[in-house]
């Protein structure tokens, strides 16, 4: 398994405003993802952080509005742009240590007022 | 897209009681993962459980990859295991590490 920290844990944060979580992994891993999960809801993966290059997004999240970065093997940061109320939710990456398994951070709880 | 669909929605349960939970899937998988997710929202990983059956202390998982489904027992309930269980699968050729996630199960162990 890995250890897998993540910053801020939580944080209020106005419209209009952007926040960047970071994702820290104790091990290099070959893949790191991002999910969200809107209050009282399931996990919806937003994005595969790719190393060295542009992240993968998947449907209905956009690069404009959730920009990552992933300057190496265990490290990766998460912007939430221009936010909204709509954007409050937990924020949680996840890496996969092989072959298979999934862990996931503690996750950064996000209220936009 | 595939489905993924867990069985009960809500669960309450009196300490030291048995439980089953279930995930269905509606195409075939090469990764199912069970995670229960405390009251403080930590993620905690179960089992990695494609086929086949595991235990781990008082908590197994059976998947059946051929009927598409997957179940979790919980014996001699603790309130320690309140919480959210969810299932989760990737769907693909390969392993592509992209997980869909089920609704989860919201299971209440009342003392």
């Known amino acids: 398994s890995a250890v897998i920290s993540q910053k801020p844990s939580r944080d209020i944060c106005q419209r209009g405003t952007s926040l960047t979580i970071q994702c820290q992994v104790d091990?290099?891993?070959?893949?790191m993802f991002w999910y969200r999960q809107q209050p009282g809801q399931s996990l919806t993966l937003i994005a595969t952080?790719?190393?060295?290059?542009?992240?993968?997004?998947e449907s209905g999240f956009v690069i404009d509005k959730f920009p990552i970065s992933r300057p190496n093997l265990t490290f990766s940061t998460l912007t939430v742009s221009n936010m909204s109320p709509e954007d409050s939710s937990i924020y949680l990456c996840s890496v996969g240590t092989g072959p298979y398994e999934q862990y996931f951070g503690p996750g950064t709880r996000l209220t936009v007022t | 897209g595939i489905q993924v669909e867990q069985s009960p929605p809500d669960l309450i349960l009196q300490e030291g009681a048995n439980s089953t939970l279930r995930c269905n899937f509606s195409d075939s998988v090469n990764n199912l993962q069970w995670f229960h997710q405390n009251p403080w929202g930590q993620l905690i990983n179960l089992f990695y459980?494609?086929?086949g059956t595991k235990q781990n202390g008082r908590l197994s998982a059976t998947t059946v990859a051929t009927e598409r489904y997957s179940l979790l027992y919980i014996s001699s309930s603790q309130t320690t295991d309140s919480g959210v269980y969810f299932c989760a699968v990737d769907h693909g050729s390969s392993n592509t590490g992209k997980l869909i996630f089920g609704q989860g199960t919201t299971l209440q162990v009342k003392p």
């Open positions: 459980i494609p086929s």
């Open positions: 091990s290099q891993v070959t893949m």
């Open positions: 952080a790719n190393q060295g290059s542009e992240a993968t997004y």
